[in-house]
């Protein structure tokens, strides 16, 4: 059953690379008491999640942050160097999107958003969607997007749901 409106995030340990190398990150730690946007994309890299869904939340994030979101994160199952690398290619920390790796897919799993695509070489993927996390608990959920498209799930669908 996949995650919903209203239901609380699971505790999920994820990756990123820190100042002094590889880190796990408690995403209950980043969302407790604050606002956050969390949104997943299928592959770092691909041409949608590298060409639209990042770009879109970089173009808005000044506009969430007036809107009180205190972080916007990016999820995708990937490891953490791939993760590092496509920040760096990006922009994406120094635009205020923190890059996160759920490197085993359990997150993903654990809130129903993993999805297998054989001809294109995915297994255990996250399907694209945008949330508002208000501490911890989900008030918006953006999914259904099709393969190559990010409108719903994009940052300006996002802002426009504040």
């Known amino acids: 059953m996949s995650i919903s409106v209203g239901d609380t995030l699971p ?12 880190e796990q990150v408690k995403l209950s730690d980043l969302i407790r008491g604050r606002k956050v946007v969390i ?10 999640c590298h060409n639209a869904h990042v770009p879109s939340f970089l173009r808005v994030r000044d506009d969430l942050s007036a809107k009180g979101v ?5 999820i995708s199952v ?21 890059m996160l ?24 993927r996250s399907q694209r969607y945008a ?8 008030t918006a959920l953006h999914t259904g997007d099709k393969p ?9 669908a996002m802002l426009e749901a504040l």
């Open 11 to 22: 505790e999920a340990t994820l990756g990123r690379m820190g100042e002094n190398g590889p």
């Open 39 to 48: 949104f997943a994309v299928p592959a770092a890299f691909s041409s949608t």
């Open 70 to 74: 205190d972080e916007v994160i990016c």
């Open 131 to 138: 949330m508002l996390v208000e501490n911890g608990v989900v």
């Open 78 to 98: 990937n490891d953490l160097f791939v993760m590092q690398a496509w920040d760096e290619a990006t922009g994406a920390g120094t635009g205020g999107v923190t």
């Open 148 to 156: 190559g498209q990010c409108e719903l799930a994009g940052g300006e």
């Open 101 to 124: 790796a759920d490197a085993d897919g359990s997150f993903t799993r654990e809130i129903g958003m993993a999805f297998d695509a054989p001809p294109v070489g995915f297994y255990g």
